[in-house]
């Protein structure tokens, strides 16, 4: 069964074993994706007793992506990275060739989906104040993620807003699919 797969690949990076992305003050993406991973497990089987075990793991990821969450912003910040240009430092996600940083919009966006699992996944596990933090930054999220990160000259997603206020807007169709496709944003 390929979702028991999944159940050992999720959980063990959930519950810290190391890998590609570990370092999760740098890579503002893992966190989000192993929580939705960790949502479609539990929609897709009866996997309470997996739930259960890598509790720890999600409470943790949700943890980190509240810490992350700037509210001057409205927005997932990455600390580390200012995202300006000629910095050529790392990258705050996956696509670490581009040395995205500071307010990332894929980050974003994946981080949007990952609230709104992780309000699923705590309320399972009785943890409501931990479903509500993550509830309040979901819809904070949704509020800002146009007006932070939208192109008004392109009307597309730019890639990221570095820390000097500049948007990197490079046509992404990776960002701008998974923005549209997680619906971050509102129609219009």
């Not at 790392?90 to 609230?115: C, K, L, Q, T």
Request: a positive charge.
């Amino acid at each position: 069964n390929p979702l028991e797969l999944v159940k050992f690949s999720v959980g063990r990076a959930l519950l810290d074993s190391g890998g590609y992305g570990y370092h999760r003050s740098l890579y503002l993406d893992t966190d989000p994706i192993l929580l939705c991973g960790a949502g479609r497990v539990v929609q897709l089987a009866d996997a309470r007793d997996w739930l259960e075990r890598v509790a720890p793991g999600i409470r943790g990821a949700a943890r980190r992506i509240l810490d992350n969450f700037d509210r001057k912003e409205g927005m997932i910040v990455c600390r580390s990275l200012s995202g300006n240009s000629s910095t050529f430092r790392w990258s705050s996600n996956a696509m670490d060739v581009i040395g995205f940083g500071h307010i990332d919009a894929y980050v974003n966006a994946w981080s949007y989906r990952a609230m709104k699992s992780a309000v699923a996944l705590c309320t399972l596990l009785g943890d409501r104040e931990l479903a509500s933090r993550c509830a309040r930054t979901a819809a904070a999220l949704s509020h800002n993620y146009a007006r932070q990160l939208v192109n008004p000259e392109t009307g597309w997603v730019s890639g990221w807003r570095s820390r000097d206020g500049q948007l990197h807007d490079f046509g992404f169709l990776w960002i701008n699919g998974v923005a549209c496709a997680f619906g971050v944003m509102d129609d219009a």
